[in-house]
């Protein structure tokens, strides 16, 4: 079971962690510019003060193998017995990623690719996010792209973190157009999570808060930002997580990795500018196409409760209010503003967008007709 600690000043009990297990060798794994930028420098140099650490912060923004293995070169040269991940979810999943495959032999891309399973668990680890939407920090599973393409290396025992401290704090200085991109990505998780046929009462319950905390505090977020705002997407972040350590995602996310991959848009607007479209097409299920095994009456009462957590009555509302809220924070809602211009560009999605993991997640099946006909309506 992971360790949580939340709230402003939590940074300051992995001082108690530290004491707990007395490491011989730690290593801090963080951001590039984002570790000085966000303050989390100067709270980890008092708090390491005293302990032998080596720092590795060569890290993509959208972590690859390549990235994982520079790391695993880190693991066999320092040998710590005990890492600290520091950063926002690129750190933290390259971090899990190194930190298990380190513990066990063979090539990485076999574990990534799942044609190995791991054996081992590696150091103990301590995940504290510095921005507020992957939730990272309380998953079982590390994004590692290979080429242009999206796995996730997933295991319940050896890849959660040991402990996760969100401290608000590291989230102060982030740019708006950050906030806002990992704000939504949070949303997404949280609203994906929520439909999915993987549901649980459990995965629910993190969900609804999320999206509440969401809704009342993703704009105030980035536009007028406080201690208090701050302070909620972090929070509903981590729900978000939560919940999707239980459900995964659905097809906002598999649709969302070629937008990133061959257009360059950032994750959390990748995945979100497909959210309010299918919001409306899951809500039109029906006997013929649903894909969630307690049937279209419970898919549509769930659409239905998602509309009313968002403050809307009805689904189109709901699209509405979410591409609003994207509008107002300086999101793109056209896939045009990203790139995606021209039928080749549609077909580049369509082709590379259907993960099978995450499709089947989907309460409604989508064909490629339909998802086409999404993307055409968006472009």
Known sequence: MQRLFFGYGSAGELKGILREHRPKKILLITGKRSYEACGARDVMDSLLKGYDYFRFSDISSNPGLEDVERALVAFRTERPDFVIAVGGGSVLDVAKAANALSANTGSPSGYVKKEKVLAKKGASLVAMPTTSGTGSESTQFAVVYIGKRKYSLDHGKFILPDYAIVDPCFTMSLPPDITAETGMDALAQAVESYWSTGSTASSKKYAKISIKMI???????????????????????????????????????????????????????????????????????????VADKRGPGYVKKTMMELVKLLGEKNPEGAGAKMESMMRNTGLKTRLSELGVKKDSDIELIVKNGFSPERMKNNPRRLTEDSLREMLEGIR
């Open 215 to 289: 809704t009342r505090n993703f704009e105030n977020s980035v536009n007028r930002p406080d201690r208090k705002s701050r302070a909620a997407m972090a929070k509903a972040s981590n729900l978000a997580g939560r919940a999707i350590n239980i459900t995964r995602t659905t097809a906002c996310h598999s649709i969302s990795y070629p937008i990133t991959s061959y257009f360059g848009a950032p994750h959390g607007q990748a995945v979100g500018i497909t959210l309010p479209s299918m919001m409306v097409y899951n809500s039109h299920v029906s006997d013929a196409d």
